[in-house]
């Protein structure tokens, strides 16, 4: 593979290696979603169930939104043995075979924390600050070179840790959710493992210049502010009572989506 031709100005410092380069990946984790007041309260069982039938609703848009997001990077892509290894994360999500996939796997998690499979697809719940966040970063892969759609996609790194920590503290703290609904974290915990090695992979061949080291941890954290914004978002609707138009309306007057 080539580098990545960075739009940022040439740097004067010396490239990372890589095992440096990596280990500055790594420390982006430090900004992942999992330590937003949101998901700590969730993982801490203060959550109501209103701000967790939320919080599932506006990620579904997240999912839905996710085997986009590949298939945009895969149109991008010239190298057929990178489209042959991406496609699995298609699979993943829209299912094939006897697998019903990540999104199916959420619709089962939406029931079970009290929500019906038409509010979900309707995406009536769906707040603007969490759709303009999820259609920036689709957006972003679109247009962009595969290789740094794939660095994007380098959150997963911290993604296990989210998963599990699900696992482990909503049972606890939140016994009326049936289990059933747990699915999508236990599928998750092992391809979001497998998905990074890949993202990996392309990042540490394409970044040998200071420059697109840099470009690639800016990419990552424009990743994590996505992800970060969501839940700003939904803070202020479902723990701050202030939805969109709340001064003006308790409807949910904000938009589905535009084609």
């Known amino acids: 593979m080539t580098s990545i031709a960075s739009p940022l100005a040439s740097s004067q410092g010396e490239a990372l290696s890589p095992e440096a380069f990596r280990e500055a ?13 949101y998901q700590v309260d969730m993982a801490e069982g203060r959550a109501t169930p209103e701000q967790l039938r939320g919080w599932v609703a506006n ?6 939104s996710i085997p986009q997001k590949d298939a945009a ?10 489209r042959r290894r991406w496609i699995q994360r298609l699979l993943d999500h829209d299912g094939h075979g006897d697998d019903g996939g990540g999104i199916e ?20 719940h769906v707040l603007p600050g969490v759709r303009f966040a999820v259609d920036a970063y ?12 794939a660095i994007a996609s380098l959150t997963e790194l911290f993604a296990p840790e989210a998963h599990q920590s699900r696992l482990d503290t909503w049972p606890i703290h939140y016994p009326w959710i049936d289990a059933v609904g747990y699915g999508y974290f236990r ?26 080291q840099q470009r690639a941890l800016e990419i990552l954290q424009f ?3 996505v ?5 700003d978002a939904m803070t202020l609707a479902y723990q701050l009572g202030r939805p969109p138009y709340h001064t003006v309306t308790d409807r949910r007057v904000y938009h589905r989506g535009l084609s």
């Open 25 to 37: 990946l790594l420390a982006k984790g430090a900004y992942y979603h999992i330590h937003h007041p």
């Open 59 to 64: 990620r579904f848009y997240y999912q839905l």
């Open 73 to 82: 990077l895969l149109a991008n892509c010239p190298d057929a043995d990178t």
């Open 105 to 124: 796997a959420w619709l089962t998690l939406g029931e079970a924390v009290g929500l019906t499979r038409d509010e979900l697809w309707s995406q009536e």
């Open 138 to 149: 689709v957006n972003f892969v679109r247009r962009t070179d595969w290789r740094e759609a």
């Open 187 to 212: 599928k998750r915990l092992k391809e979001a493992r497998r998905d990074v090695e890949h993202g990996l992979e392309v990042a540490l061949a394409v970044c040998t210049t200071a420059a697109a």
């Open 223 to 225: 990743k994590l502010d």
């Open 227 to 231: 992800l970060w914004s969501m839940l």
